[in-house]
């Protein structure tokens, strides 16, 4: 299994959300990390996250990864609160 940790885009990836605090957006982020898996030669096609993730630094949460030969999960870590994110994989099935 090959470990991969790549730094995404800041801006693209927070959303204000309704009570006036900032979350990330899963779909910029799916589409981030999706795109940093192909450029490396994974054989991920698709990469789901959770919504309504509080932008906070030091947060974490679990995206997984769909690809044609399994899933793989992926540990996504928030390294400030303002919306930039390295990620991992932890498993690949």
């Avoid at 997984?64 to 990620?87: K, M, P, R, S, Y």
């Amino acid at each position: 299994m090959r470990r991969v940790i790549a730094p995404l885009a800041l801006a693209p990836l927070l959303a204000l959300a309704a009570c006036g605090g900032s979350t990330l957006d899963a779909s910029q982020v799916e589409e981030q990390i999706l795109a940093e898996l192909q450029d490396a030669g994974s054989p991920v096609t698709a990469v789901t996250c959770p919504d309504d993730v509080a932008a906070q630094e030091g947060g974490t949460f679990t995206c997984t990864g769909t690809a044609t030969d399994g899933t793989w999960t992926l540990e996504v870590t928030q390294t400030d609160d303002a919306g930039a994110l390295t990620f991992r994989v932890v498993d690949a099935t």
